[in-house]
């Protein structure tokens, strides 16, 4: 008997030792799968933003412009002595010989937009630059703004409407989701920037079924990652959907990072920029399969500007450790809930209307659980956690910053007690 529990143990031992010599072959790739262009209302061409992706250090990317997913024939009317005629001369420049379709008038140019076809065609590397397909399913339910993301489709999806916010999300998630099924196709929703016209409360997100991914970092100026006196950050929120997930058995949401860049021209906290959201895909090849396969398995991080080194977790042990640059400090952080937490929601009403605000949710709800100055933390996620995530905070200010100040950060994904990550 001891001897059969000895080699049970040997075997896997052995097993362990393979996992982690496959996990060396794993390797970290930077992608945006949310960013508009001239298509929609981006203020440039899809072949200038992409180039900057590829320039700038990115392995793949979506561009996801508001209900289209540039597939018809597209022609601008741009008036010399524009703004959008610079950005014009700029592409004919930065373009190879003949590539631009456009023609010359008295006081304007016409330019034929490039399909999703031809600019992902042209920029498209096998192991080195990924394209997935995408659209931003833009939707709208009393007044609020309601935006999910479609990434690697290969269809248009028309905005499915409904009558209550959850109800719309789950319709369009819902399309997407069976576009991917009846294509055979891996697609991945995630809902966009819960905050950007206070649209969509943790509660209503937290009910959406086979909803994997949110924006727990979008880099618009208009999209309140932080909240306001009233309204819980997508932070706490993030934190209010697990709870109330797990409370009900049902499978986590994980946090990514994404510019939702529009403003190409000019780089101000005003203006929806380049390089401010992103997530760090850990796969063994880059191929939209194996990114979004990852992501569906919680192998990956969101950033503002910090890098990670590891992110493990054997059931218990969740480890971090930063890939740090030169001079700059950083704080770990471990935010989780436990099982004996207070789950009540506080309603905030209009003191007026009596409208309903938000629901807020006590301290106990994404604790802070341990802080660590350094760059290597590790916690023990016992059983009285339902999950456990991490943030790593650098003392740098992100480049172009929305709010002032802004420090730069890594989301990792939660985890919970004695599951696989
Ligand atoms: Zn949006
Ligand atoms: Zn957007």
Redesign the pocket.
Known sequence: MTRLIACVFLVLLVLTGCQTASETELDWFKGNL?T?TLWSDGDDFPEQITAWYEANGYSFMAI?DHNTIADSERWLTIPKGTVRFETFERYLEASPEGWVEWEQGADTVRVRLKTWEEYAQRFQKPDSFLMMRAE?VTDRVEGKPI?VNATNIAEYIEPQGGQSVVEVMQNNVNAILDQGERLQQRVMPHI?HPNFGWAIRADELALIDGERFFEVFNGHPAVFNHGDSLRHGTEKMWDVVNTIRLRDGRPMMFGIGTD?AHHYQENAPSRANVGRGWVMVRTSELTSDAVLEAMDSGHFYASSGVSLQDVSFDGTRYHVSVQPEDGVSYTIEYFGTTADHDPTPIAVTDPDTGDLITYRYSDEVGRLLQRTDGIEATFEVTDEFLYVRARVTSDQVMDRPVMDMERQRAWTQPVRPGQSP
């Open positions: 949310h508009h996801s931003e935006h966009n939702d």
